[in-house]
């Protein structure tokens, strides 16, 4: 069973906040809806406005903001970070805010690349339970395999004790065959011993009784035709005896090749029995292998579902905590529109002291000048009045 690859390194990393930005806020995404992934920028994202960048002309340099009528609402990006760069605070929230641009990119790279693995993991456990599925399969197709070939096992064994006991019969039919023909030759030599016991009485009643001879005779006739009649049937009964004891022959013969056939029959069933034996151990450790293979990919499956429970666990935490630093980006921003209108306050009212005291010194100013204007006016009426003074100085 392979095991889960380990994932990349950093995919499962804590996020730490960018180089530089002493736990600034991350920007938020173009669309702006928190928990919402950003959507895919094959192109690269704009500096400013963060949005995915069309692609670039076959020519040139790759670009970096949106042109006019490209951004947000038809802006042009470029001109808005101009803009923004050119203000006091703009200026100084550049460097910060381009070192949270860089680590949102880092960060968004290896949620892919978590989510990649992920979906691999979910490959290879779907690839491992049709694998388990197929040998399960080709298991059982196995064990009823073997069971039909037990079962012809078995019917032949069955067939080959029906063949036994069907030699035993015919020999038990041949063996009585064989005592009944034994019994008719020794009834033979027994109806032979009586004829010649009567022919020897008979000659004994010649010997004795001269005057029946005639009868004697006529009985020693019919005893001698009576001892031949028992001969013929004693050949007979020998000659059946003979066929009799050849047919048992015969059938001991069938019976030893049945008995062989019996021989070769019990061995193949041993032999089959062995083998049963055998695929029996095999399917048991089969179905012990199949076994280990559940526990394993239970134990597959629940340590991907750990990992899942921790992947989820990790991105709920990352989702919380750009959803808090995107709180802290809107702060920040609200905190930075505050300090820019008060800046545009403190300026205009800058300005308008500024003005009221320019306006102030060029009252003074006028006021001076027409102080010099009088001044010489006056030092000119005495210069003109002085000679005057003079001549009428002479004359008196």
Do not use: F
């Not at 995919?11 to 919402?36: C, F, K, L, N």
């Not at 029946?212 to 050949?235: H, M, V, W």
Request: glycine content about 4%.
């Amino acid at each position: 069973m392979a095991d889960l690859e380990p994932p990349a390194p950093g995919a499962d990393r804590e996020v730490q906040p960018a180089p530089g930005t002493a736990g600034a806020p991350a920007p938020s995404s173009a669309s702006g809806s928190p928990g919402e992934e950003a959507p895919a920028a094959p192109h690269g994202r704009c500096k400013h406005c963060r949005g995915p960048l069309p692609p670039r002309a076959a020519t040139g340099r790759r670009r970096e903001y949106h042109h006019s009528g490209e951004g947000p609402d038809g802006q042009d990006c470029r001109e808005a970070a101009r803009r923004a760069r050119e203000s006091a605070v703009g200026a100084a929230a550049e460097q910060p805010l381009q070192a949270l641009i860089t680590w949102a990119d880092q960060e968004e790279e290896h949620r892919r690349s978590h989510a990649g693995l992920l979906r691999a993991a979910a490959a290879r456990d779907d690839r491992l339970a049709a694998d388990l599925a197929d040998l399960r399969t080709a298991v059982l197709e196995r064990n009823t395999e073997l069971e039909a070939q037990t079962a012809q096992a078995q019917s032949a064994a069955t067939e080959a004790i029906t063949a036994r006991q069907t030699a035993e019969a015919r020999e038990q039919t041949a063996l009585a065959a064989a005592a009944e023909a034994r019994a008719a030759a020794e009834r033979a030599t027994e109806r032979a011993d009586d004829a010649a016991e009567l022919a020897r009485q008979a000659e004994t009643a010649a010997d004795a009784h001269r005057i029946a001879r005639t009868k004697a005779e006529q009985e020693t006739e019919a005893a001698i035709r009576t001892g031949k009649e028992a001969r013929t049937e004693r050949d007979a009964a020998r000659a059946r005896l003979s066929e009799v004891e050849q047919e048992l022959a015969s059938v001991r013969v069938q019976a030893d090749a049945l008995a062989g056939r019996l021989d070769d029959t019990v061995r193949e069933l041993a032999a089959a029995r062995h083998t049963l034996v055998e695929k029996e151990a095999a399917i048991s450790e089969l179905t012990g292998r199949l076994e280990r293979a559940q526990q394993e990919t239970e134990a597959v499956r629940d340590r991907a579902a750990e990992d899942v429970r921790a992947a989820r666990d990790t991105a709920e935490k990352e989702v919380r905590r750009a959803d808090a630093q995107r709180q802290s980006a809107l702060d920040a921003a609200e905190r930075t529109r505050g300090e820019r209108d008060q800046a545009r306050t403190d300026l205009a009212a800058a300005q308008a002291a500024h003005r009221a005291e320019l306006q102030a010194l060029e009252r003074e100013r006028d006021a001076a000048r027409a102080a010099e204007a009088e001044q010489r006016e006056r030092a000119v009426r005495a210069e003109q009045a002085a000679p005057t003074d003079g001549a009428a100085d002479i004359v008196g």
